[in-house]
């Protein structure tokens, strides 16, 4: 593993996705910070949504409350860093302008020194979708940094969506090569497999609200993309040489 990558920044929708989608990432590079967009409380306490009966919540202030103590339990155990966005749900209210995520997204970057931004891919959810396409007009602004892309678990098993994702990336003057991690789960000083499902398990009221083979694809490891923007290949490049195999 490259000591190089000790400086990493992950840009998470959900209170959850970032540990579901790149916890082997998290484990090997204690430290990291985890910025979560959305995570301000509904206007309404009252509000009730079908994702938060289905986990088990008759409220949406109870199921945000939750779900805040199980992503600080999560990640302090993985011995990262939260960071909270305060932007609201689109189950709970209206999702922000495009424009106004990606203002916000270009502060927190130039606020962190983080070589090293790790951005979902924005797969099947609107949330993240939209957290995608900020993070992207940000990246274009920032070749400096070293960016990954992360295939969001479990909606990275839906048929079509990681493919549909890279035609768009190409589409939009980006290159996504593939970035393996190079670890043992299962061995070492830092225990990667026992710290991965340990994380995953303190979100016991999101994995109420999921089947079987999405649980599975949960727990499988991550997956990782290097992303590079084609009208800046120089400076992209100069600095994907850090990185080395991890």
Partial sequence: MSSTLNSLLIVSPHLDDAVFSCSD?????????????????????????????RCGFFSAHRAMQARIAEDERALNGLQAHALRMNFIDRQYGISPPLATLAVA???LVQQHLETTVAIPFGLCHPDHDLVHQACIQVLKRHPEKVWLGYEEAPYRNRPGLVQQRLIALKQQGLTATRFALDLDLDAGPLDIGGLRLRAISCY??????????DIAEIHAPGRY????????????????????SI
């Avoid at 990291?32 to 009730?48: C, G, H, I, N, R």
């Avoid at 016991?204 to 083979?213: N, T, W």
């Avoid at 993309?225 to 080395?244: C, D, F, M, S, T």
């Fill in 105 to 107: 997204l270009e502060v």
């Fill in 204 to 213: 016991d009221s999101q994995l109420r609200g999921f089947g079987a083979d």
């Fill in 25 to 53: 990432l998290m484990a090997s590079h204690p430290g990291s910070y985890v910025s979560t967009v959305f995570t301000a409380m509904a206007e309404d306490p009252q509000l009730s949504t079908e994702w938060d009966l």
């Fill in 225 to 244: 993309w290097k992303l590079v923007n084609e009208v800046a290949p120089a400076v992209q490049e100069q600095n994907l040489n850090y990185i080395g």
